[in-house]
Every structure is written in C-alpha cells, then in structure tokens.
C-alpha cells in the first residue's frame, strides 16, 4: 500500500524545538516533491513548506527562517527541523505528495498526521 | 497571496440531491485548482486536479469545472457516504492556498 507515516509530534514549550519525520512505503519517495501541510480548526488547511525531488525548498512566510525542511533517499524519509516554536504553530502537521511534477502541485497522498502542540 | 473563498459554509441536502460547492481566487489561476474531501478524523483526499480531472478511484458522481477565477465541486447525487468537508487548493503560484471548507451534511 502507498503510504506516508509521520512521526516525532508532541508537546513542546514556547521558543522550543522538534524534529518531524516522514517514511514513505510502497513507493521510492526520491522521484516525488514532497510538503509539510498543518490543520488546525480555526485556520484551517495551511501549506507550511515543499522540497523538490532535486532538493529545491520553498517556506511560508510565517516559518521561514524558523524551520528547515530536508529528505534522505536512501531512507525513503522527510523530515521538519521546527525551532523557534510558538504557540500558532499548534496543529496536525501532514505529510504530502505532490501529484505530478509541478511546483507547485494537487497533492494525492497524505499521511495520517502528527499533532504538534506548543505551550507552556 | 492568492486567497480562495468557498461557498457555502455549510451545506445541509437530501440523498440523492445535486450538491454543488463555490470556490472563489482572488486572482486568476487558470485551471490549477484541485478539490479535497476529508472526513472526520481523516487526513484529505484527493478528488479533481487542474479543476476538472478525475483522480483515479474517486466515483464518477463528482465532477469539477471553472477556470480563472470561479470554480464549482458538483456532487450529482449525494450518497450517506459523502458526508464530509470539502476544501479547494490553488496551485498556481506560491503559497498554495486552501479554501476555509464547506461542511456537507444529509437533512
């Protein structure tokens, strides 16, 4: 089965760090561009950051400079380097694939989410 | 930033009705526009791409059209099975940007 598994959620406080990953299985992750995505009730769906199967990264204003996103080919892996957290970054975070090669992209398959929570 | 603008916010119908959903850009976006269904508790899914196209799997009673800058998720008769919230996604530039939803239920 085609899949993403996110790991390493949690809770963390203010002005702390956390390090999200992504396995991919039933499929080889190192043709894909591959985004972090994170929900949460009152702001919905909000495309967080992208890298491109040649490595190429794109951040959203609201976490550039604070998280760093990176993939491992050879462990089929993402991962979502976070510092610098603050409380608005509380949300389930997904991993998601880019359908075709587009930049950017639909995306057609999601992990099952990672929730994310900063407080004190 | 592209913002994308959907109507209704909640949508109450029949089984067996015709269902359609407004997703509105700010901006034009030509056909780069896809539609997602996310069940309670679940992660999205993929349902149209480049605005019209059928992702591989999804039943045939949902369709997408529009271009630019409005474009319509029809549901052609609504099934129990389709009880969800629908969000539509720009991918015409960066940030891709989602719709706020609209919450679909069966009266």
């Known amino acids: 089965e085609v899949q993403l598994v996110e790991s390493g959620g949690g809770l963390v406080q203010p002005g702390g760090s956390l390090t999200l990953s992504c396995a991919a299985s039933g499929f080889s992750l190192s043709p894909y561009n591959i985004n972090w995505v994170r929900q949460t009730p009152g702001r919905g769906l909000e495309w967080v950051s992208y890298i491109s199967r040649t490595s190429i990264t794109y951040y959203a204003d609201s976490v550039k400079g604070r998280f760093t996103i990176s993939r491992d080919n050879a462990k089929n892996s993402l991962f979502l380097q976070m510092n610098s957290l603050r409380v608005e970054d509380t949300a389930v975070y997904y991993c998601?694939?880019?359908?075709?090669?587009?930049?950017?992209?639909?995306?057609?398959?999601w992990g099952q989410g990672t929730m994310v929570t900063v407080s004190s | 930033d592209i913002q994308m603008t959907q109507s209704p916010s909640t949508l109450s119908a029949s089984v067996g009705d015709r269902v359609t959903i407004t997703c509105r850009a700010s901006q034009s976006i030509n056909s780069w526009l896809a539609w997602y269904q996310q069940e309670p508790g679940k992660a999205p899914k993929l349902l149209i791409y480049?605005?019209?196209s059928l992702e591989i799997g999804v039943p045939l009673r949902f369709s997408g059209s529009g271009s630019g800058t409005e474009f319509t998720l029809t549901i052609s008769s609504l099934q129990p099975d389709d009880v969800a919230t629908y969000y539509c996604q720009q991918y015409n530039s960066y940030s891709p940007a989602f719709g706020q939803g609209t919450k679909v239920e069966i009266k």
């Open positions: 480049k605005a019209s």
């Open positions: 998601v694939r880019g359908r075709d090669d587009y930049s950017p992209d639909a995306f057609d398959i």
